[in-house]
Each structure stands twice: as C-alpha cells, then as structure tokens.
Nanobody
Framework: QEQLVESGGGLVQAGGSLRLSCAAS????????MAWFRQAPGKQRELVAR???????IYADSVKDRFTISRDNAKNTVYLQMSRLKPEDTAVYCC????????????WGQGTQVTVSS
C-alpha cells in the first residue's frame, strides 16, 4: 500500500525552527522526486520545495535561505528543515512524490499543521 506519513508539525513562535519528516512506504522512493507543498486557509496550495532523485533542489522564493529540503533514501524519508519561521508560514504542509519521467504527483501524505505565532 502506497503511503506517505508526515510528522513534526506544531506551534512555534516567529523566528523559531521546525523539522518536518515524511516517511514513505510502498512507493518507488529512491526514483521519485519528492516535494513539500503547503496550503494556508483561503489560499491556493503552493510548492514549497522539491528534491529530485539525484538530489537537485528548488525552493519557493518566499522560503529560500530559510528552508532546506533533504532526503534519506535508506530510510525512505524526506525532510524539510524550517528556520526563521514567520507567521505567514502558517499552513498545512504535505509531502508528495513524483515518479521519474512523469509530470504528476500521484503520492500524497495527509499533511501536518504548522502554526507560527507572532
């Protein structure tokens, strides 16, 4: 059964840090690009960061130099280290997987809430 399970969300003060984890099972993890998306209330879902199977990364402009995406293929886990958090980072964060040579993300987690207080 294909499954992505996020953890690590919570409530943090502005300027603080959190590390999100996403553990995958039943998916071809090592050959997938993995991404973190977020959706705040009343807003569209946005791509936060993505890491390819080869380790290349991209980030949304709003999180560059504050967030770092990484992966551990031995553990089938992708991480999002978030630093210098801002209230506008408050959202539900979901991880997603995209198999090589496809344009879609068929694998999704349920999401974890991140709330940043001012």
């Amino acid at each position: 059964q294909e499954q992505l399970v996020e953890s690590g969300g919570g409530l943090v003060q502005a300027g603080g840090s959190l590390r999100l984890s996403c553990a995958a099972s039943g998916v071809p993890f090592s050959s997938c690009a993995m991404a973190w998306f977020r959706q705040a209330p009343g807003k569209q879902r946005e791509l936060v960061a993505r890491i390819t199977a080869g380790g290349s990364t991209i980030y949304a402009d709003s999180v560059k130099d504050r967030f770092t995406i990484s992966r551990d293929n031995a553990k089938n886990t992708v991480y999002l280290q978030m630093s210098r958090l801002k209230p506008e980072d408050t959202a539900v964060y979901c991880c997603a997987g995209r198999p090589r040579f496809t344009g879609d993300y068929p694998y999704w987690g349920q999401g974890t809430q991140v709330t940043v207080s001012s």
